[in-house]
């Protein structure tokens, strides 16, 4: 192949990146590829091998093009899907990862999953402003264990239910190596929203993403 042969391949290959980078259609690509040609030299005119090439360049530019928008629907469609079985969970009682929960009723159910048995689990639970209302000690088993709280002090004061509490826990072994893995909580699916395509939970008012749930109580 010539120079200017090999020159004008390298072109085409430059012009299908550069469109692909650049986000534009196919009809601009094509504008490209005319202007191209009709720039060329005249007394070094691209062969029929060369001009092939970039037909094939822009044919798979057309088609990459195609298969991004199939795809971009797909997607579209999948987070409808979600969205829509995300409805199944509105009135439901959930259990997610994260560490804070309203209290119900006089009680605010959490949970943590230990990666073994712990020689000990400490316990804090603390109101929105950060201060500590209550603290001792919780089950120690491998797994998933359960902790319940009654919603009162540490000196006995029944709080007022609607408030926001969080859960710390502090599970070591006898070594004195964290065993916890994460820490969980309980409420109940209030709505769903969906922020670009992801579908998420409003759990008592805070946001939980599908792959953040634990299990569905009732």
């Known amino acids: 192949m010539n120079v200017t042969s090999a020159t004008s391949t390298n072109m085409s290959s430059a012009v299908s990146s550069a469109a692909a980078s ?5 009809a601009d690509f094509l504008t490209l590829l005319v202007s191209e040609l009709k720039n060329q030299d005249p007394l070094q005119p691209t062969s029929t091998t060369d001009f092939v090439n970039q037909m094939s360049e822009y044919a798979n530019f057309d088609e990459q093009q195609t298969l991004n928008s199939n795809f971009n629907s797909l997607l579209s469609s999948f987070g409808s899907l979600l969205t829509l079985n995300s409805l199944n969970y509105i009135g439901h009682t959930v259990e997610a990862k994260g ?32 201060n500590i209302v209550w603290s001792g000690t919780g089950p120690t088993n491998a797994g998933m264990n359960s902790f319940t709280w009654n919603g009162k002090t540490s000196s006995g004061t029944q709080l007022a ?5 969080t859960i710390k826990v502090t599970a070591t072994d006898t070594s004195g190596n964290s065993v916890l893995n994460y820490t969980t909580f309980n409420g109940k699916v209030d709505d769903i929203s969906t922020t670009n395509g992801t579908a998420q939970l409003d759990v008592d008012g805070q946001l939980v993403n599908l792959s953040d749930l634990v299990s569905v109580n009732s």
């Open 22 to 26: 650049a986000g534009i259609s196919s």
């Open 161 to 165: 239910d609607g408030g926001k509490y």
């Open 99 to 130: 560490s804070t929960a309203t209290l119900t009723n006089g009680q605010a159910t959490f949970g943590y999953d230990l990666s073994s048995t712990a020689s000990s689990a400490q316990i804090t639970i603390s109101d929105s402003s950060g």
